[in-house]
Each structure stands twice: as structure tokens, then as C-alpha cells.
């Protein structure tokens, strides 16, 4: 058992001091692409919503009533 253990923690660790390839080389690199994309999207569109906070709470302090809800 010791011995299965010692040869599994010697694979490990050679395994990890492989070269190291840039991501643009591995089966990974649509994935990142993806998710560059994704944020690029997220950032965006969390912009455009502060805009839209920004500009609505400029028109709310430029009529100077203030709205009241209207429920059933």
C-alpha cells in the first residue's frame, strides 16, 4: 500500500514540472475565450445600468416632485 502511495505522489509531482504552454495552445483556449467574452459583456452592461441610475436619478432631481407609487 505504501509502496502504491509513494509511486502515485512521485507521478504528481513530476507530472507538474512539465513545461508550461500558453492557453492560446491547449483545448482550454476556447473556454477562456468564452469567458474573456462573458465579462467583456458583464462590464458592459453594468455601465450602461449606471448610466441609467445616473440619468434617472438626475431627471428625478430635475422635476422636483417627488412620485408617489400607485397600487391598486
Known sequence: M????AVTCLA???SACGEKKEI??????P?????DKARAV???????????????KASGEDDGSEQKPQGY
Open 42 to 56: 458583464e462590464d458592459r452592461l453594468r455601465e450602461g445600468a449606471e448610466k441609467n441610475r445616473e440619468a434617472l
Open 24 to 29: 492560446k495552445d491547449t483545448v482550454f483556449a
Open 31 to 35: 473556454a477562456v475565450r468564452a469567458k
Open 2 to 5: 505504501r509502496m502504491i502511495l
Open 12 to 14: 504528481v509531482m513530476l
